[in-house]
């Protein structure tokens, strides 16, 4: 990043986040969330990368990025979305 300040302009309304859910929650939280992206930031580099072809094989039309610490990532965002995000923290 170059240092330019860019102004947010975002409303969160809702969280839901499970930090320990196993392939079923995880398939079944993507489905009820439908996301347009997913990143994997989480956990083994094997696991994560495997998690991640797991993914894109279900959902073809989600990106879905496993990337290295600091590696950056970036997205395009149509103007005005809006989001929805869910946490919840399952025992």
């Not at 347009?36 to 956990?43: A, C, Q, R, S």
């Not at 989600?62 to 946490?87: D, G």
Request: with cysteine; proline share 3%.
């Amino acid at each position: 990043m170059d240092g330019t300040v860019v102004e947010r302009k975002i409303q969160v309304k809702r969280v839901i986040f499970c930090a320990h859910a196993d392939f079923a929650q995880t398939t079944d939280y993507i489905n009820s969330l439908k996301p347009k992206n997913i990143i994997l930031v989480h956990g083994e580099k094997n696991e994560a990368t495997n998690l991640m072809e797991r993914l894109k094989t279900m959902f073809k039309d989600i990106r879905i990025e496993s990337p290295q610490n600091k590696q950056e990532v970036v997205f395009e965002f149509e103007p005005r979305t809006e989001i929805q995000v869910l946490i919840s923290f399952w025992k």
